[in-house]
C-alpha cells in the first residue's frame, strides 16, 4: 500500500508539474506560435509579415470576418521590439525574427504619394473588406492615413531621423487649432488645447483619443525629436484628463477606438514606463489605486493580464495572475477580448457623440489572435524583469 501511495503522489505531482508550466516555457512557445501565426508569403488576404485579424460589427448579424488591417502586426511588432531587449537564446532570435518580418508588409500602407503616413488597410486595396456595402465606397469614405498607425509602423521598423522629422511637421500642421481648425468632437475644457490629431489627412476633422495620444508621445520621446509646443500640449492634455480620471469616468468618450479603462491605462502606463514624464509621474498613485480597483472589477482574462501588467510598469507590486499553462489560456474567455474597435460617430459634436458612440450597429470590433497572446508574453516578460 505504501508504494502504491508513493506512486499516486509520484502521478499527481507529475500533472501538476506539466498543469503548471513555468514562465520559460510559456514564453518559448508563445514565441513559436507567434512565428508559427506569421504570414511567410501572400495568401490573397494578408500579405507576408502579416498576423490574421478578424472584425464584427457590434450589431447583429455580427458578420464576423477577415480584416487585413495592418493595426495588429504593427502594435506586435512594436511588442516584441521592447521585450527583445529582456530575452536570450532561441527566444531572442525567434522574436528578432519576427519583427524583422512584419515590416515586409509596411510598404502596401503607405501614403500614395510616398510620404511616411500610414493607413490602416492597403493603399491600393478595399476598405472594410467583407462588408455588403462598405467596400464599395472608399471613393465616399475615403481612407486617410492615421497617427496611431504610423507611429506604431516608424517604431517598429528602421526609421532615420529624416523621416521622423518629415511627419512630425505634417502632424505639426494639422493638429488642434491650426489652419482653421478647432476640435468639436471633445470636452469644451479642452478643446482650445493645440494637441496633435488622430487624423493625418488634410480634409480630416481634429481628433482627440487618449490612447492614440500616448502612443503619439512615445514615438516623439523614442525618436528623441525636437521638442515643441504640440508636445507641450499633448501632454498637458494627458495630465487633464489623468487629473479629472475621464479614463475611469468616460472612457468610451475620451477614447473611441479603445474605449475600455484598462485599456487606456495600459498605453498610459506603457509611455510612463518607457520615459520619466514630471507632468503624469505626480498621478501614480491615483493610476496604482485605479488599476487595483480595475483588477477586482474585470472579468475577461486580457484585462487581468494588461492591468498587471500596468502596475508592473508603474514599479508597483502585481498579484499573481491564476493562469499556468497554454491549455487554461486557449480555453479562456481572451477570444472575446476586444483591444481595438472604430465608432463612427468619433467626430460629431457633444450630444450627438455621447449618443452615437453607444450605437451599436455603427462600431466595429477588431480581433487578433495571436496580439493576445503577444499581450500575455509581454506580461510574463515584465514579471520576470521586475521581479529580477
Request: aromatic share 16%; net charge neutral.
Amino acid at each position: 500500500m505504501r508504494i502504491f501511495g508513493f506512486i499516486l503522489f509520484l502521478f499527481i505531482g507529475l500533472n501538476c508539474l506539466c498543469a503548471q508550466q513555468t514562465d520559460s516555457y510559456i514564453i518559448h512557445t508563445l514565441l513559436k506560435q507567434i512565428d508559427s501565426a506569421q504570414y511567410k508569403q501572400n495568401d490573397g488576404e494578408f500579405y507576408t509579415g502579416m498576423f490574421k485579424g478578424y472584425r464584427a460589427c457590434g450589431g447583429g448579424p455580427h458578420n464576423y470576418q477577415p480584416d487585413n488591417n495592418i493595426f495588429f502586426t504593427a502594435v506586435t511588432a512594436f511588442g516584441l521590439r521592447n521585450i527583445i531587449p529582456h530575452l536570450d537564446g532561441e527566444d531572442k532570435l525567434l522574436a528578432e525574427a519576427v519583427y524583422k518580418r512584419a515590416s515586409a508588409s509596411y510598404p502596401l500602407f503607405k501614403n500614395r504619394y510616398g510620404n511616411p503616413y500610414y493607413g490602416f488597410w492597403a493603399t491600393n486595396d478595399i476598405i472594410m473588406p467583407h462588408t455588403f456595402i462598405f467596400q464599395y465606397l472608399k471613393q465616399v469614405f475615403g481612407q486617410g492615413e492615421d497617427a496611431d498607425d504610423t507611429v506604431m509602423i516608424l517604431l517598429s521598423s528602421d526609421t532615420d531621423d529624416s523621416t521622423c522629422n518629415v511627419l512630425k511637421k505634417h502632424m505639426i500642421a494639422l493638429s488642434n487649432i491650426t489652419k482653421g481648425k478647432r476640435i468639436i468632437s471633445t470636452c469644451k475644457k479642452y478643446t482650445d488645447i493645440p494637441a496633435y490629431s488622430t487624423w493625418l489627412g488634410d480634409r480630416m476633422s481634429v481628433d482627440f483619443d487618449f490612447a492614440v495620444h500616448c502612443n503619439i508621445m512615445y514615438f516623439m520621446f523614442d525618436k528623441k525629436l525636437p521638442f515643441v509646443k504640440q508636445d507641450s500640449a499633448t501632454l498637458h492634455l494627458l495630465a487633464e484628463m489623468v487629473e479629472n480620471r475621464d479614463y475611469m469616468s468616460n472612457p468610451v468618450f475620451l477614447s473611441p477606438y479603445y474605449v475600455h479603462s484598462s485599456i487606456l491605462l495600459y498605453h498610459l502606463t506603457r509611455l510612463m514606463g518607457a520615459f520619466s514624464i514630471p507632468e503624469l509621474e505626480i498621478y501614480k498613485p491615483q493610476l496604482i489605486a485605479d488599476i487595483n480597483y480595475l483588477l477586482t472589477a474585470c472579468n475577461n482574462v486580457m484585462d487581468q493580464i494588461i492591468l498587471r501588467t500596468s502596475l508592473l510598469r508603474l514599479g508597483a507590486k502585481a498579484p499573481e495572475l491564476d493562469l499556468h499553462s497554454l491549455q487554461e489560456f486557449d480555453e479562456s474567455n481572451q477570444n472575446s477580448f476586444v483591444f481595438f474597435q472604430a465608432r463612427a460617430a468619433f467626430p460629431y459634436p457633444t450630444p450627438l457623440k455621447k449618443i452615437f458612440l453607444n450605437w451599436s450597429y455603427i462600431y466595429y470590433y477588431f480581433y487578433c489572435p495571436t496580439y493576445n497572446k503577444m499581450l500575455w508574453l509581454e506580461y510574463l516578460v515584465e514579471k520576470g524583469r521586475r521581479n529580477g
